[in-house]
């Protein structure tokens, strides 16, 4: 292995998040493991704005700020994977260029957020649509941990 090889194998982990400016989805802001994502399904709450489903957590829990997505395309509605993972890297480019706003409002509250974003249309729609409704869910989230967080500094 060349020296330069094992430097780039140690990640440097600062902070609970990356930075968001970086305009990047790392591994670390990905929702994964069955147990996470079953806890997401079992208790999580949800808002649709067609044709983007969206379930999420949102826990103030001391000292995080952290958020964690999925995206989802059901093969019941899109057999071939081709079809599945253009519509994902849609979603996942859409939340890319729009989450610095959602990301400070997790870290101003101090909250775990997790979501998974479900795509429910039964035919393609082209990326501005699903941009667009992607925004609103994340605008929906965003009202919602502030919502949240202003009646805990109430209290």
Do not use: W
């Not at 305009?23 to 069955?34: A, C, D, F, V, Y």
């Not at 939340?95 to 997790?106: E, M």
């Not at 870290?107 to 082209?126: E, G, H």
């Amino acid at each position: 292995m060349p020296p330069h090889a094992a430097n780039d194998n140690k990640a440097i982990h600062t902070s609970a998040m990356p930075n968001p400016a970086r305009n990047s989805l790392r591994k670390m802001e990905r929702l994964h493991g069955k147990k996470s994502i079953e806890a997401l399904f079992r208790s999580g709450s949800s808002y649709t704005a067609s044709p983007i489903r969206m379930l999420y957590i949102a826990r103030g829990i001391p000292d995080a700020g952290s958020m964690a997505a999925a995206f989802s395309v059901p093969s019941k509605t899109f057999k071939n994977a081709v079809d599945r993972n253009l519509l994902k890297r849609r979603m996942r480019e859409a939340y890319r260029q729009n989450k610095t706003t959602l990301y400070d409002t997790v870290r101003k509250a101090k909250v775990q957020c997790t979501a998974m974003f479900i795509y429910i249309a039964k035919s393609k729609l082209p990326y501005s649509e699903i941009e667009s409704k992607l925004l609103v869910t994340l605008h929906h989230l965003q009202k919602r941990i502030e919502h949240e967080e202003s009646a805990d500094s109430a209290h």
